[in-house]
C-alpha cells in the first residue's frame, strides 16, 4: 500500500475491466474513464452487466481481469481509506426504520468518524427537505422520503465517487425533481456521479456522458442531436463486436 497517497482523486478509470461468475461472464473488457464535475449514465437491459460494474466501483467487488485506477492509484494501493471517498445508493436504503431521520444521519456521520455532526444531520435533513420530518422514525416514511434520506446518508461524509443504481424507481414527480436537483448541486461541487438508470426521461439532460452495456459489453451513446431514448435503442440493437 502506498502511505503517501493524497486523499482525493478527480477521475475514475476503468481499464479493459472483466468479471466473471464461474462460467457466467458479467462484464467483458469494459474501458470507461468519469470524471469530477460530470454525471456518468449507465443504461442498458436488466442483466446486463450494470450493477456488477457499480459494485466494482465502490470496491466491494474486485475485477476478473483489467483494472480501476481512483485517480492515478488502485484500490489495493489506497487502502481502506479509498471507501471514505465513496458514497453508494443501491437497492437497499441502509435505513433503521425504527431510528429516526436524524438519528439515521448520525449513526452513519459517526461511522466515518466526522466532526460537528449535528450541523453536518441538520444540513442533510434541510438537503433531503425532510427538517420538518427529522425526529420521526425512518420506517414511517414514503418511498420517495426514505429514497431522500437514503441519499443524505450516502453523502453525509462529502464523497468524491458517488454510485446510484436506479434511484428514481418508485419516486413520484417532485421527489424525482428533488433528486435531479440533488444530483446537479453534486456535480456542480466537483462530485464524480454515476448513474444507473432506465428512466430516459429523467436522464435527459441530466447526464454528461452516456453508455450502454449488453451483455456485459460497453457500446458508447455518442450525443448527436437525437434523443436518449433513441440512442440507447441503437446502441442495444447494434451487432456485438
Given at each position: ?7 482525493d482523486?478527480?477521475?475514475v ?67 481502506d ?36 455532526v ?71 461541487t ?52
Amino acid at each position: 500500500m502506498t502511505a503517501a497517497l493524497p486523499h482525493d482523486f478527480k477521475t475514475v478509470t476503468i481499464d479493459r475491466v472483466s468479471k466473471h461468475y464461474g462460467r457466467r461472464r458479467a462484464l467483458w473488457r469494459v474501458s470507461l474513464t468519469c470524471s469530477a464535475g460530470a454525471i456518468t449514465g449507465l443504461f442498458g437491459p436488466n442483466g446486463a452487466g450494470k450493477s456488477t460494474l457499480l459494485n466494482l466501483l465502490s470496491t466491494l467487488g474486485r475485477p476478473s481481469e483489467g483494472v480501476i485506477r481512483y485517480g492515478e492509484a488502485t484500490a489495493d494501493e489506497w487502502g481502506d481509506g479509498l471507501r471514505a471517498r465513496i458514497g453508494v445508493l443501491g437497492h437497499d436504503l441502509f435505513l433503521y426504520s425504527d431510528l429516526s431521520a436524524r438519528e439515521n444521519l448520525a449513526f452513519f456521520a459517526h461511522l466515518y468518524d466526522l466532526r460537528h455532526v449535528d450541523t453536518l444531520v441538520s444540513a442533510s435533513l434541510a438537503a433531503a427537505r425532510l427538517t420538518e420530518r427529522g425526529d420521526d422514525r425512518a420506517g414511517s416514511f414514503s418511498r420517495g422520503l426514505r429514497q431522500r434520506l437514503a441519499l443524505e446518508r450516502a453523502l453525509v461524509h462529502a464523497p468524491r465517487l458517488v454510485l446510484l443504481d436506479e434511484p428514481f424507481t418508485g419516486l413520484d414527480d417532485a421527489s424525482a425533481r428533488l433528486l435531479v436537483d440533488r444530483l446537479q448541486q453534486l456535480k456542480s461541487t466537483g462530485a464524480i456521479v454515476v448513474i444507473a438508470t432506465h428512466d430516459f426521461d429523467v436522464a435527459e439532460g441530466l447526464v454528461d456522458h452516456a453508455v450502454c452495456l449488453t451483455g456485459g459489453r460497453m457500446a458508447e451513446m455518442p450525443a448527436d442531436g437525437r434523443s436518449l431514448r433513441d440512442r440507447y435503442r441503437q446502441a442495444v440493437e447494434a451487432p456485438v463486436r
